[in-house]
């Protein structure tokens, strides 16, 4: 279960059942004063068994240990609250810890104005994983910003704030030993999901900024948050900053065809799914497709490529002509 990166840097991959995600990294920072866990997992059984039984194999004492999340997404912070102690000290982002605890509804109504079918609404909310395996309760926290530090033994860890994943997704750079813990920020395999659910952010704006910071740290080995460790970080950031560019070109050819919600502009965008048509996608993936939709269209519209309208309570998108 366990495996072994680097001196006293372990990995535990933690399942994520009926997730196209397939598991998430969780790291390991042995020290004999102090470890470190890097994000937990999903709250439910699997995740807690194979995170015990990694733990088990490792003999961490979690009295004696601290924990990072990398972002407040369920699939990385949903598990703490099952392992923290009375001595532990559960070190996360400003930004994401000022979002609202449990305010899923804003969300739902703002999907709703995107046109979102309503009919689908109350089960895209249930079949969130983020509604259905997040912490119930939340520990007491710690507050690290861009530029802070954690050193565990060997390890002297600087906070790299990157956001676009979410708003104040973090990583952790190791200058000497040249390691990025990039959480979610660069994968490897796949594409991070960069959605926007507000008039007043631009995620992917943010994203690609992000990917520029990073871009000029100097790293050997990538640790992501999900599937394989990489180098060639460059190399990587390439190729994202390439995929967001043809996708931006993908949705103005979409609304070549005229005015449209984000809904349909997601439905008529290409991913990289098993499935034949968007019909036979789950409400779930079309929920995380409406999201990186409407991020497309939200930087588009702040570049003045595209105006908004409205069609009753739904927002349109349309090019902009002038």
């Known amino acids: 279960m366990t495996e072994k990166i680097l001196p006293n840097l372990f990995r535990i991959k933690i399942p994520l059942p009926k997730n196209p995600l397939k598991y998430l990294n969780s790291y390991v920072i042995m020290d004999s004063k102090r470890n470190l866990i890097i994000d937990t997992g999903l709250n439910q059984k699997e995740c807690l068994d194979a995170m015990q039984t990694g733990l088990h ?47 899923w509804e804003p969300m739902i109504h703002y999907g709703g104005r995107n046109g979102f079918p309503k009919d689908s609404l109350s089960a895209a909310l249930k079949s969130h994983p983020g509604y259905k395996f997040s912490s119930k309760w939340v520990p007491e926290l710690s507050i690290l910003g861009d530029n802070d530090t954690i050193t565990i033994g060997d390890y002297f860890f600087q906070c790299v704030a990157t956001p676009g994943h979410t708003k104040g997704h973090t990583c952790l750079y190791e200058p000497t030993k040249k390691i990025l813990i990039s959480g979610d920020h660069i994968l490897n395999d796949i594409t991070p999901n960069i959605q926007c659910w507000s008039d007043q952010d631009d995620p992917l704006k943010n994203y690609l900024a992000s990917l520029n910071k990073v871009h000029e740290l100097d790293v050997d080995l990538v640790l992501p948050g999900h599937r394989r460790l990489f180098r060639n970080h460059r190399e990587r950031i390439a190729e994202l900053k390439k995929h967001h560019r043809n996708r931006a070109k993908e949705v103005l050819q979409i609304l070549d065809k005229g005015p449209m919600n984000a809904f349909q502009v997601a439905s008529e965008m290409t991913w990289d799914m098993s499935y034949e048509s968007w019909e036979q996608f789950p409400v779930s993936q ?14 588009l519209e702040k570049k003045d490529m595209l105006l908004r309208t409205t069609e009753g309570d739904v927002t349109l998108f349309l090019l902009n002509q002038e």
């Open 57 to 103: 194999e490792l003999n961490v004492d979690l009295k004696e240990t601290n924990f990072f999340i990398t972002h407040r997404h369920a699939d990385h912070f949903g598990l703490v609250s099952r392992l923290v102690t009375a001595t532990s000290k559960t070190y996360v982002n400003r930004q994401d810890t000022e979002m609202p605890w449990g305010g």
């Open 286 to 299: 079309k929920w995380f497709a409406t999201g990186e939709a409407i991020a497309h269209l939200r930087y």
